[in-house]
């Protein structure tokens, strides 16, 4: 109830109208608070904000109306869905909140009027009638870590006279190329999570966002032979430089100022 109520922005009324909660009538206290937390736990904190972000303005449209935004009807959902293509909303932008709500209903068990068909013929409309915004990420690949070597070689020279917080944040940057890692796999790594090869290094990644049950995933970060620009022998001068004194709970990057 609390997690409905603070993280998702549902009210008491709202929630208690669900089949999950009605499901947990069944349980203890403390059987439902497990059951609860392990679904909770089951995605990343990110996912639950997004999800909330795209709920807001649903939500107040329905309580405007009388409407429980979790038992809501395909004719209000269908009303809610076009006023965001007449306020000049991308496909993607209704899109982004059709499948947050799919998301939600599932997750507490309701009615999913979602997939009505007459919420189906209308998004399909809106497909048509509503702007494409196609938003084209500039590539960063081989050429732009040579590029950052460039810099950094004009710069500094050398790599001991590099700032630390700078050398962290290209490391981290090399890093990820060479592990295809997202920041929020690596900012977590602890220097224990990392094992030196002669030719290689293994990395430990606790918890993804490919692998939310926290199984654990492995990395490697082979040498290339590209003499002093090889991401082995970066790594080997980065953990010699920040972490001489070898504690394995330090963090892989710390933070610096």
Same mark, same amino acid.
């Given at each position: 109830?609390?997690?409905?109520?603070?993280?998702?922005?549902?009210?008491?009324?709202?929630?208690?109208?669900?089949?999950?909660?009605?499901? /947990?009538? +069944?349980?203890? =206290?403390? &059987? #439902?608070?497990? *059951?609860?937390?392990?679904? %909770?736990?089951?995605?990343?904190?990110?996912?639950?904000?997004?999800?909330?972000?795209?709920?807001?303005?649903?939500?107040?449209?329905?309580?405007?109306?009388?409407?429980?935004?979790?038992?809501?009807?395909?004719?209000?959902?269908?009303?809610?869905?076009?006023?965001?293509?007449?306020? /000049?909303? +991308?496909?993607? =932008?209704? &899109? #982004?909140?059709? *499948?947050?709500?799919?998301? %939600?209903?599932?997750?507490?068990?309701?009615?999913?009027?979602?997939?009505?068909?007459?919420?189906?013929?209308?998004?399909?409309?809106?497909?048509?009638?509503?702007?494409?915004?196609?938003?084209?990420?500039?590539?960063?690949?081989?050429?732009?870590?040579?590029?950052?070597?460039?810099?950094?070689?004009?710069?500094?020279?050398?790599?001991?006279?590099?700032?630390?917080?700078?050398?962290?944040?290209?490391?981290?940057?090399?890093?990820?190329?060479?592990?295809?890692?997202?920041?929020?796999?690596?900012?977590?790594?602890?220097?224990?999570?990392?094992?030196?090869?002669?030719?290689?290094?293994?990395?430990?990644?606790?918890?993804?966002?490919?692998?939310?049950?926290?199984?654990?995933?492995?990395?490697?970060?082979?040498?290339?032979?590209?003499?002093?620009?090889?991401?082995?022998?970066?790594?080997?001068?980065?953990?010699?430089?920040?972490?001489?004194?070898?504690?394995?709970?330090?963090?892989?990057?710390?933070?610096?100022?």
């Amino acid at each position: 109830m609390e997690f409905g109520a603070k993280v998702l922005g549902f009210t008491e009324e709202e929630l208690v109208s669900t089949t999950a909660w009605r499901a /947990g009538l +069944s349980l203890s =206290a403390d &059987e #439902a608070a497990a *059951l609860l937390r392990s679904k %909770i736990l089951a995605y990343a904190g990110s996912t639950w904000k997004n999800h909330r972000s795209h709920l807001r303005e649903f939500q107040s449209f329905c309580r405007a109306r009388g409407v429980n935004p979790l038992d809501c009807n395909p004719p209000t959902l269908c009303t809610f869905l076009l006023s965001l293509g007449q306020n /000049g909303r +991308s496909i993607g =932008a209704v &899109e #982004a909140v059709v *499948l947050s709500l799919n998301f %939600i209903y599932k997750f507490y068990l309701v009615n999913a009027s979602i997939v009505d068909i007459t919420v189906t013929q209308v998004l399909k409309f809106l497909n048509k009638a509503c702007t494409k915004i196609v938003n084209v990420k500039n590539s960063f690949g081989s050429k732009e870590i040579r590029l950052l070597w460039d810099a950094l070689d004009k710069k500094y020279v050398e790599i001991n006279k590099i700032p630390l917080c700078e050398l962290r944040t290209f490391v981290m940057t090399v890093f990820q190329h060479a592990t295809f890692c997202r920041f929020s796999d690596i900012a977590p790594l602890k220097l224990s999570d990392i094992t030196f090869h002669l030719d290689y290094f293994t990395v430990h990644i606790r918890c993804s966002k490919t692998d939310q049950t926290g199984e654990g995933q492995w990395a490697y970060i082979s040498a290339s032979g590209s003499g002093c620009r090889d991401p082995h022998k970066l790594m080997c001068l980065f953990i010699h430089i920040v972490h001489s004194k070898q504690e394995d709970d330090a963090f892989l990057f710390p933070p610096l100022r």
